[in-house]
Each structure stands twice: as C-alpha cells, then as structure tokens.
C-alpha cells in the first residue's frame, strides 16, 4: 500500500501504526516521527514564513470569506507518488489542506485513490479515528493496542491527579492564539479535566474563537496555558513576552500568582494524535506541581516567569493551585 498523508496528525497515527516504508507522501508540516521529514512533501502553505501573527490571522481569514484554502497540494507530485490511500480532514481549514483543494488535485490522476477523511472534534473521536485507520489500512490489532495503552495511561493520569487533588479544581484559560487572543476549543476542554482543571472559556466539540481580554479578566482563570497552534514552547513563551498588556491583565490572578505557562502545542495540544495523552500529562503537573510525571511529559511546558515575583514551591501532597 502507497499512502499519502495531508495533515500532522494522521502522518503520526500511520507510523505508530507501523507504516514507516508505505508513506510516500505527506505535508510540509508534518514532522514528527522525525522520518517523516524524510517523505517527499506535496502540500506547501500560500503564507510566508516571515508572516507575523496579527498577519496570518488576516490572511487566513481572507482566505476563508473567499472559500480559498492557504495550502495547495502538488497535482503532479501526487499523480507521480501513485498513492493507495490519501489521508485528509475536512475540520480546520487552517490546520491542511482542504477537501476541495485535495479534490481538485486529484482530477490530474488516472485513477480514483482511497481517501479517508479525518474530522475529531473531541477526544473519543482522536480515539475512533486511530481504530478507523486500522481498518482502512488492516492494521486493526495494531489500532487496538495502541488505542488501549492510551486509555491505560489516561487511567493512570485520573488516578494520580484525584489522588492528590484537594477542594476546588483550578479554572484554566487555554490561549490557542495571542494575536488576537483565540481560546482553544474541540478536545481541550476535556484534555484539562483530565488534567484536573476546568476550562473557563473554551467549549467541548466546538472550534476555537475569538475573545476579548476583558472575557478573560472575567473567566477569573488560576492558570493561563499559552499553547498557540503549531508553535513549540519556547515559541510560545517568547511570543507572550513580547507583547505588552494593560494593568488589568497583571491583576489576573493567574499573571499575578505566576501561575503562566507556554506549551509545546505542536507536538501535544494542537495535533489530534496519540501524543495528546502526553499534554495532558504536562497540563496536570503544571496545575499539581507535585505530581511525578514522565520526563516528556515535564519537557513539554515552560513556566512563564515574567509577572510571577513569587513561584510558590509545591510540597509533597499540595492540592495544587
């Protein structure tokens, strides 16, 4: 089986899944196992790389109202590449491709590929998804196990954070964008209960969108995660400082306790993949700092230092924030 993929998140599930040498294709942002670098690229963005923030979310926005996608997949390349199976989503059209995009692309081949479109909103359908996979491409035992490990650790995640969780569970703001500010939506609000907080203002199963920061002044959060879409966390961490807010944002309690923190969205936050398991491993030792967890999972968020003149030392059993 010759198999392209269109968006980082499926290229991560199909090598899990055990397809290192039947991917032939894949995005230019797909990046991780690192072998996917290796693959030839038929996507390229329409946005330079030099864009700002302010100005990738103008231009995307553009490029919606227009019904036009930021990303043009290579007709001839795929044509060349002979693929099997073509991996797409239909759910952002900022994240890949879209099925428009792809469909035109795909009237330069001679023949109809399978095409298996990937729309989660919410963690059970990242879930479905892997086992869909399996189907499509009979690795079904494979799907499985893995489907099954993650559960295990989600379990192991839910046992160590009730077992050290105490009264009030932390509100948390997740800023999937800061220019303008952008709440995460879909699967995060469920990926910080299981990290033991609640998300103040996202909303389950539905898209990100727009807030203002007298919205987030108001959702009084005890925790702010900077997780914006496709960045790493020193990215992210360094954007935040860079930005100038007024005197009512320094008097959240999060900005004022220190309770900031920049995550690799990346590769655990933004990607419906298997690796979500271990940004919720890295969102629950940010609100319980005494949680003992992996050491990718520690690796994955930064403590965001400016704003916080007193970081308050997590002992054995703390409740948290």
């Known amino acids: 089986m010759r198999i392209v993929s269109l968006l980082p998140s499926a290229t991560e599930l199909l090598f899990a899944l055990g397809f290192d040498d039947e991917i032939v294709g894949v995005s230019h942002e797909c990046d991780f196992p690192p072998l996917a670098k290796t693959k030839t690229s038929v996507v390229r963005s329409r946005l330079l790389k030099d864009d700002s923030p302010a100005e990738i979310d103008r231009l995307v926005r553009e490029h919606v109202e227009r019904g036009e996608s930021i990303y043009a997949v290579d007709a001839q390349l795929l044509r060349e590449l002979e693929p099997d199976l073509v991996v797409?989503?239909?759910l952002c059209h900022v994240c890949a491709a879209t099925a428009d995009e792809l469909a035109a692309a795909l009237t330069h081949l001679p023949y109809r590929p399978q095409i298996l479109s990937l729309d989660p909103h919410d963690l059970g359908d990242v879930w479905r998804d892997i086992l869909w996979l399996g189907e499509a491409t009979g690795r079904r035992t494979r799907a499985q196990e893995l489907v099954e490990h993650i559960g295990a650790h989600l379990g192991r995640i839910d046992l160590a954070v009730n077992s050290i969780a105490r009264g009030?569970?932390?509100r948390v703001v997740l800023l999937e964008w800061l220019q303008p500010l952008y709440v995460g939506g879909h699967w995060v609000p469920e990926m910080i209960?299981?990290?033991?907080?609640?998300?103040?203002?996202?909303?389950h199963k539905k898209p990100s969108f727009q807030v203002t920061l007298e919205e987030i002044?108001?959702?009084?959060?005890?925790?702010?995660?900077?997780?914006p879409c496709g960045y790493v966390a020193e990215q992210a961490r360094d954007e935040y400082l860079s930005l100038t807010f007024p005197e009512q944002w320094h008097a959240i309690s999060a900005v004022r306790d220190g309770h900031l923190y920049a995550f690799d969205a990346n590769g655990y936050v933004s990607r419906p993949a298997g690796r979500l398991v271990t940004g919720i491993e890295a969102m629950a030792k940010a609100l319980y700092p005494a949680l003992e967890v992996r050491p990718k999972a520690e690796s994955a968020f930064l403590h965001i230092q400016q704003g916080a003149p007193h970081r308050r030392?997590?002992?054995?059993?703390?409740?948290?924030?």
């Not at 209960?193 to 909303?203: C, N, R, S, T, W």
């Not at 030392?313 to 924030?321: D, E, H, V």
């Open 168 to 170: 009030r569970r932390p």
């Open 313 to 321: 030392t997590a002992t054995a059993g703390s409740a948290g924030l």
């Open 88 to 90: 797409t989503q239909d």
């Open 193 to 203: 209960a299981f990290a033991g907080g609640v998300d103040a203002l996202g909303k």
């Open 217 to 227: 002044v108001a959702a009084a959060p005890d925790a702010i995660f900077i997780a």
